[in-house]
């Protein structure tokens, strides 16, 4: 159930994050809307799962994960440019959440 909460939290920052960049600097209602209630629905998941998980690896997986769906979104959905340093740097960060799981007490 944790990381169903976690992966739910993660969903709706990134949901958030790309509807940031759609509202245009919050000049756009709807999607400021939007952006404002899954930004206060990721973070009120967020809290849930710390109630069962470390936070180290709960907030590795959170903005690692986050970071790297945001990217892969900006380059295939808001033609943001896909260089070999970007897609290395969105690999070493998946790799650093990885190991961090794995050496967890969990």
């Known amino acids: 159930m944790v990381w169903v909460l976690l992966l739910s939290a993660i969903t709706a920052e990134v949901i958030a994050t790309s509807f940031l960049k759609l509202s245009e600097g919050m000049t756009k209602l709807l999607p400021s809307v939007i952006m404002a209630i899954s930004y206060l ?19 590795a997986i959170w903005s ?20 070999t340093p970007k897609l290395l740097g969105l690999a070493l960060i998946i790799g650093g959440v990885v190991m961090l799981n794995l050496s967890s007490d969990h």
């Not at 809290?47 to 180290?56: I, P, V, W, Y």
């Not at 690692?64 to 260089?83: D, H, W, Y």
């Open 41 to 59: 629905a990721a973070f009120s998941l967020l809290a849930q799962a710390l109630k069962k998980m470390e936070l180290g690896i709960a907030y």
């Open 64 to 83: 690692g994960l986050g970071t790297a769906a945001i990217a892969v979104i900006g380059m295939v959905f808001m033609e943001e440019s896909a260089t």
